[in-house]
């Protein structure tokens, strides 16, 4: 299955801020709450972002990207990079 907008957004967020608080995941990428945990669901189930916990009260969640995540996110920077290249010398 390929990878919707709102997975790309998620992942090119997480590529420019690293591991991030999952409630400003949302602000960050530019998306609705639900969309944000439907796709974090989604894309961890695929191994490209992982959560963890804080040890400590209130126990924020935190979502990062995974090896395997930041190689793709990193392919989709560079599609999009090319793509704005693109439209600058149409």
Do not use: C, H
């Not at 990878?3 to 602000?27: D, N, V």
């Not at 796709?39 to 959560?51: A, F, K, P, Q, Y």
């Amino acid at each position: 299955m390929p990878l919707r907008e709102s997975e790309t957004k998620i992942l090119l967020a997480l590529l420019a801020g690293g591991e991030t608080p999952i409630m400003s995941l949302p602000k960050k990428a530019g998306l609705g709450s639900n969309a944000v945990y439907n796709s974090i669901r989604w894309l961890t189930d695929r191994g490209l972002v992982r959560e963890s916990r804080e040890d400590v009260l209130p126990r924020r969640r935190f979502i990062s990207l995974t090896d395997r995540g930041t190689k793709i996110a990193e392919l989709l920077r560079d599609v999009e990079n090319n793509l704005q290249k693109s439209k600058l010398v149409s």
